[in-house]
């Protein structure tokens, strides 16, 4: 049901390890450079469980099976999978990029423009319906899973919880999706959710895109629903005989009489990028627009930018590949209120909403930092042997005074 792709696969001994650039869910993640052609990648190591009746986590080998047979400019491609030292030694080599949208928003002092963000998010619209044509439903869509290559193309990343998906599936995993990106039904306890939950995180993506910051950035289960309802509205009769199914609603006390304030938080936007952003945002799945339908739809008739024009960000990278570029959620951390956006053009570093913002975020980022560092110390070893030895090598070199 899996196959490895292994059977001619080359040797991790055919790469050399730049730095490493974040984590997955399963293993470190490696900026490397092939010895052969001298091309940059991405290597990612697929840990091996015992506690798996595969030998390796089942989502590293979904992971790999669906990216092999996936092919449009808006996915990130596997070059190859990689063998290493033991058996149970498996990398995957995949074509590197410069920096995911979270961690660029993070560092960038001016929020995209408006044919900035049109140009991302068709491109978002584009590898999802190709995902979603191929009965693949990602689970995981978030800015950190949104990268930017050398080149200026998106690329939707990270498939370690993606999975094909049949209508009538009754039985998927609950509690998927990272909080802040989380549809109602899955807040509820669904266990038969459908591509509408991709649809719902591009949702928050776009609200985050337009605000420049979280979009809606709750600390539980229940403060992320009271978020919701504060945003989009309370529920009507529809929505709660739709939601009464599922075993989490009963727990759930929504406040009443609570109208839609996306045009009050986004109020900067145009009305068909209110339009959409509503259109994406609906408590029943079914009454989602679908990525096919949202490319059609009149927030993209004027063109947006090509991704050719969208702007590099070179000092960025070596500043972005020094600090954490996982943008890890730290729940406790994370602020429990969504700030309305006053004027674009009064974003700034003394801003003191946004003071309390980036705090939260240099926080957040320093604990990811402290705990893959703990990571590293004990995966640089396994990683490969050839890479230890080499890095000890240029410590020695650079003690004695050689270069």
């Not at 001994?13 to 091309?39: F, L, M, P, Q």
């Not at 928003?105 to 590898?127: A, N, R, T, V, Y």
């Not at 993606?162 to 999706?177: C, F, H, I, K, S």
């Not at 006053?342 to 913002?357: A, E, G, Q, Y």
């Amino acid at each position: 049901m899996f196959p490895l792709f292994i059977s001619s696969s080359r040797s991790i001994n055919e790469y050399e390890k730049i730095c490493r650039v974040g984590e997955g869910a399963y293993g470190i993640v490696y900026k490397a450079k092939d010895k052969t052609s001298g091309s940059i990648c991405a290597i990612k190591r697929i840990l091996a469980s015992e506690t798996h009746d595969y030998g390796f986590p089942l989502s590293s080998l979904r992971e790999i099976s669906i990216l092999k047979r996936l092919n449009h400019i808006n996915i990130i491609n596997v070059i190859e999978i990689l063998n290493g030292v033991a058996l149970d030694q498996i990398f995957m080599s995949i074509e590197y990029c410069d920096y995911d949208l979270g961690t660029l928003i993070d560092h960038i002092d001016c929020p995209f423009d408006f044919s900035e963000i049109k140009c991302l998010m068709k491109q978002i619209f584009g590898g999802i319906a190709y995902l979603h044509d191929q009965n693949i439903i990602h689970r995981d869509l978030k800015l950190s899973n949104i990268l930017i290559s050398p080149s200026g193309l998106l690329k939707i990343g990270d498939f370690g919880l993606a999975r094909y998906y049949e209508d009538g599936d009754n039985n998927l995993t609950p509690g998927v999706v990272t909080l802040w990106y989380r549809a109602p039904e899955i807040l509820f306890g669904s266990k038969s959710y459908s591509k509408a939950i991709d649809l719902w995180a591009v949702g928050c993506i776009f609200g985050e895109l337009l605000c420049h910051k979280p979009f809606m950035p709750g600390r539980s289960e229940l403060e992320q629903l009271d978020l919701i309802v504060d945003t989009i509205g309370s529920f009507l009769t529809r929505d709660i005989k739709y939601f009464s199914k599922f075993p989490n609603f009963s727990h759930y006390k929504c406040p009443k009489n609570l109208e839609n304030r996306v045009p009050e938080i986004v109020y900067h936007s145009t009305d068909e990028s209110i339009n959409l952003l509503n259109s994406l945002l609906v408590y029943i799945p079914h009454n989602r627009i679908t990525a096919k339908d949202a490319l059609a739809h009149k927030y993209f008739f004027e063109l947006p930018r090509d991704p050719s024009e969208f702007p590099k960000y070179p000092s960025l990278i070596e500043t972005i590949s020094s600090s954490s570029s996982s943008r890890q959620i730290n729940i406790s951390d994370q602020s429990n209120e969504v700030l309305n956006q006053k004027n674009k053009s009064n974003i700034s570093d003394t801003d003191p909403k946004n003071l309390k913002n980036s705090k939260t975020r240099k926080k957040t980022r320093l604990n990811s930092q402290k705990l893959l560092k703990k990571k590293e110390n004990n995966y640089d070893y396994e990683f490969d042997l050839s890479f230890l030895a080499n890095k000890r090598y240029k410590e020695v070199r650079t003690k004695s005074g050689l270069k």
